[in-house]
């Protein structure tokens, strides 16, 4: 069945960057978008953006712009979300998602188990 | 502050139905019919429950229904069962640039 498993939870200090990976099973990787939302602890989602593991293609929410990339590695079917300049704010649970390669975004299914990405001096 | 408006808590006896609302603008909600639900029980994932305003994905029951008017949408659950308290998020298509997508904040569903 369709299937995203996510990386281990990390733990990281202010001002540093962290890469998590999202595996993809039981689907062709490409015909699908791949997104990112996290959700800090207690709080709800938020929508961080979406790559496209055929082109590479990405788009970010504004208040990640400068901050956040997203990758791909088609030969294993895994996507990647690096974060960078990592402050406290940003510890949270980091899911992907699949989602639409076309527009418009209309559904996010399945979704990884979750990454926690804790911030902390 | 999250872009879209749900109430923070519900709640509904067994048996009964209860209707969560989701309030956006006609940047959003209002301008496609690209609402999603999503139920998340405590340390969790999301999964995927209603999209496109309506649809159902296969092995979603058809208590969950959802449906839209004007920059409103709604997840009605009929027949409420203990399984069905969780937390529900909706969700918005926003157009082809940044923000893209938008989720609600939440809201509680309390099965008394």
């Known amino acids: 069945q369709v299937q995203l498993v996510q990386s281990g939870a990390e733990v990281k200090k202010p001002g540093a960057s962290v890469k998590v990976s999202c595996k993809t099973f039981?689907?062709?990787?490409?015909?699908?978008?791949i997104n990112w939302v996290r959700q800090a602890t207690g709080q709800g989602l938020e929508w961080m953006g979406w790559?496209?593991?055929?082109?590479?293609?990405?788009g970010y929410a504004q208040k990640f712009q400068g901050r956040v990339t997203m990758t791909r590695n088609t030969s294993i079917s895994t996507a990647y979300m690096e974060l960078s300049s990592l402050r406290s704010e940003d510890t949270a649970v980091y899911y992907c998602?699949?989602?639409?390669?076309?527009?418009?975004?209309?559904?996010?299914?399945?979704w990884g188990q979750g990454t926690l990405v804790t911030v902390s001096s | 502050q999250s872009a879209l408006t749900q109430p923070r808590s519900v709640s509904g006896s067994p048996r009964q139905s209860v209707t969560i609302s989701c309030t956006g603008t006609?940047?959003?909600?209002?301008?496609?019919?690209?609402v999603s639900w999503y139920q998340q029980h405590p340390g969790r994932a999301p999964k995927l429950m209603i999209y496109?305003?309506?649809k159902r994905p296969s092995g979603v029951p058809d208590r969950f229904s959802g449906s839209k008017s004007g920059n409103t949408a709604s997840l009605t659950i009929s027949g409420l069962q203990g399984e069905d308290e969780a937390d529900y998020y909706c969700?918005?298509?926003?157009?082809?640039?940044?923000?893209?997508?938008?989720f609600g904040g939440g809201t509680k569903l309390t099965v008394l």
């Open positions: 969700c918005s298509y926003a157009g082809s640039y940044t923000p893209y997508v938008v």
């Open positions: 790559m496209n593991p055929n082109s590479g293609n990405t």
């Open positions: 006609s940047s959003d909600v209002g301008a496609y019919n690209s």
């Open positions: 998602a699949r989602g639409r390669a076309a527009r418009p975004i209309n559904w996010f299914d399945p």
């Open positions: 039981g689907y062709t990787f490409t015909n699908y978008d």
């Open positions: 496109d305003v309506s």
